[in-house]
């Protein structure tokens, strides 16, 4: 493959979350769809017209076949990725795979270990590690800018009407929405922000009674992460407010850094200032950015080797961390990582 010729992404999926990674796509020289995939005719066909040439498929065995491709971008709900990557890894292409990897821990595992077996890439769509504002916490965090972090509150307080047209609809119906679509992204940034791993967790996730969601929609963490780092964590998807009201602040020995508003908005105090002063971060447009940058750093792998960023095999620490967290609202018992990352198989 020549590193002058666009790289060719077989798209699979073409819902909500697929619009937006083909916008991205469309913007940049260096990446072509080979082929679209989706089981529904009418999302094929609008995608047929805005695209003419690009093949389409109804299926991903013959889209495989049919196209000469670089790698794969699924973009499918999660209950049919272990099929699909079975698939992509058969075909000996590199997986850029929407989260949650699966819904199932033993399904997570087993794709990590085909792609590992396939000696093939497999990076997992986190895109929000690559919002300015994330990076930024990142870098004060880990230059103690304010002093070492010794607590977090993060809260992640929305009324999401999931009946919405342009929404996905099976989180409506999906056992722990809350937990394996939405605050997987914000403990999987608590995890790479904080750069530390989360030792123990105890947690309580439920369902308000006015919720639309047909299981649990609130979740509610408390972390403990290497070096004695303690995280309160709050998400819901249904607020009693229809107003979004976010903040992610951390707590440090010499002052605080407070993110005020969902993707931006960062300040910082010391601990005798009698205001927060804000931080200039570049202008962004999440969901589109990030993702464009996720995408550079999965191409960069491909062609030239760099570091692969949001592998398979860190994300199973996220969604372990899900899975030990549903595990610890079930046992009413604070779970320890390590062990539940042993019992699972997952190695570091
Ligand atoms: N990273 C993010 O910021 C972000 C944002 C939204 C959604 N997502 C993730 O993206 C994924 C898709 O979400 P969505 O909102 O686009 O869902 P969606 O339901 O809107 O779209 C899914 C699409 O996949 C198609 N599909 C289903 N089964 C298929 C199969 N076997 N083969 C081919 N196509 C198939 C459906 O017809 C549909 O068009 C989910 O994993 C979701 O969590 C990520």
Redesign the pocket.
Known sequence: MSTNSPFRLLH?????????WSEVMDKRSDVVPSGY????PE?LALFEESHLGVPIF???SMALAETQSDAVL?????D??L??ARLVFGAGLPLL????LTLDMAEGVEIVRMAADANLPLMV????RYLPVSRKIKEMVSQETVGAPGFGLFAYLRNRDGMQPW????PLTMQHPMML?QSI?HLDLIRYCYGREVEKVSCRTWNPSWSMYRHDANVSCLLTLEGGLEVNYIGTWTGGWNQMQFQWRTDCADGVIVQRQLFEDLAYARTKDEALTDIALPDFKA?YD??DALLTSFISHVRTGSELECSGLDHLRTLGLCFAAIESSETGKAVIMDEFYARHDIGS
Do not use: C
């Open positions: 699979v999926g073409l819902g909500n979350r697929g619009r937006m995939v989706d089981v529904s999302r109804t299926e991903l699924l973009v499918t709900p999660p049919g990725h099929d699909q795979s929407e989260k949650p769509g986190l895109n929000f929404l996905n609809k099976y679509e992204h969901f990030d993702t």
